[in-house]
């Protein structure tokens, strides 16, 4: 009876494969014997539930299940159960299973529930570690011992904490190259304590940039001869800064992001400067770039002198940052509330709060409709 359905079902229209899957389920969840205790809205969460809620197409879905009928049949569940234990709900099950169907014939205590315990130990919250090996799916069929520990332990050698381990693994897209390009790391973290950077800025650029950290040997030297031939300080925090972006980007890209601070006034000394300040806001895309010179240059009458005294502004979101701000402080300066001569950077680089107890707050009482003309240009 089983075999007769499915093979009738298959032979139907493609507008019978939801019920041609649903089938396939159905007969082999009445074929395989499963026991859970968990519970899913109402009524019985086992892996068919599962299987059958995370949108596989049929033929995945039967090879799936077929694959399953050769196991132990509470394995598949066991690894559910597991998974939950730490911190996955159900929707994150679902988009685990989507990716990796065959995640479900891990062995659960013997490579599934180790390398979970390890992540675990080393910092990972169940809040973050679903969120972690879903967006590095690849991990699941890592090694544990030949190939994470020693990820881990090379990445420990280059920071100070199991922290700043946690926050380099969240920071970089694991692959099956990751482990031979995390060697290159070594050699690279070696070079920079050479030129007597500190371990905060080593830690700066491993934990939050990871991928400039284990690039090519070759290359992370080339970065790090331009860092130095433009004269950055080695012993502050920009020249990893600078090192990262030109990891990031190649020459053609850098010309081309100076010829657009060009057309709008800034000779190269000039950009220079506010890359020496603030290297990041060149990571920021040539639409932006121009987008935000337009409002500053053309809109503000900023000279591109002022605009590098504080190019943090660049990295700004214009319409939920700089306009409301501006809206406010030239409001105040027509007043006369505030100095005229009142730097960009006074207004631009502290934080949200601190700019409305600043320039909202204070000035509510003579000017009670400020905060609704602030939030109205938001």
């Given at each position: ?70 196991k132990n049949p509470n394995g ?225 009458s900023l000279p591109p002198e ?9 990295g700004c979101n214009l319409e ?59």
């Amino acid at each position: 009876m089983y075999h007769f359905l499915i093979a009738r079902l298959t032979t139907k229209t493609p507008h019978y494969g939801v019920l041609c899957h649903n089938a396939i389920l159905f007969f082999n969840s009445r074929t395989l014997s499963v026991s859970n205790t968990n519970h899913y809205k109402g009524g019985t969460f086992n892996v068919f539930s599962l299987i059958n809620s995370c949108g596989l197409s049929p033929e995945k879905a039967q090879k799936l299940a077929n694959r399953l009928k050769l196991k132990n049949p509470n394995g598949p569940n066991a690894v559910i159960d597991i998974l939950r234990n730490y911190g996955f709900s159900e929707t994150q099950l679902c988009s685990l299973v989507k990716q990796r169907p065959f995640v479900l014939l891990s062995k659960p205590g013997k490579t599934l529930l180790p390398k979970l315990k390890f992540f675990h130990s080393i910092g990972f919250s169940t809040t973050d570690l679903p969120r972690f090996l879903i967006g590095n799916i690849t991990l699941f069929y890592f090694s544990l011992n030949k190939s994470i520990i020693p990820c881990y332990q090379i990445i420990k050698g280059l920071v100070c904490s199991d922290k700043e381990v946690v926050s380099t693994l969240k920071h970089y897209k694991w692959s099956c190259s990751s482990r031979r390009l995390i060697n290159h790391s070594v050699r690279n973290v070696g070079a920079l304590r050479q030129l007597g950077v500190p371990q905060r800025s080593v830690s700066l650029l491993v934990t939050n940039h990871p991928g400039a950290t284990f690039m090519k040997h070759s290359r992370f030297v080339e970065a790090l001869e331009k860092v130095k031939e433009m004269g950055f300080d080695p012993l502050k925090s920009n020249f990893v800064m600078a090192l990262k972006l030109f990891a990031t980007i190649n020459e053609a890209t850098w010309k081309s992001k100076l010829e657009v601070l060009g057309r709008w006034g800034f000779s190269r000394d000039i950009c220079l400067l506010a890359f020496k300040k603030q290297p990041q806001f060149m990571m920021s895309s040539e639409k932006k770039i121009m987008k935000m010179l337009n409002f500053l240059v053309k809109d503000m009458s900023l000279p591109p002198e002022d605009i590098a005294r504080c190019p943090e502004i660049l990295g700004c979101n214009l319409e939920k940052t700089v306009i409301p701000r501006f809206a406010v402080v030239k409001n105040l300066k027509s007043r006369g509330l505030i100095k005229s001569d009142l730097k960009t950077s006074s207004f631009i680089k502290i934080s949200e709060k601190m700019f409305l107890e600043r320039y909202v707050t204070r000035f509510q009482r003579n000017e009670p409709l400020l905060l609704d003309a602030y939030r109205g240009q938001k």
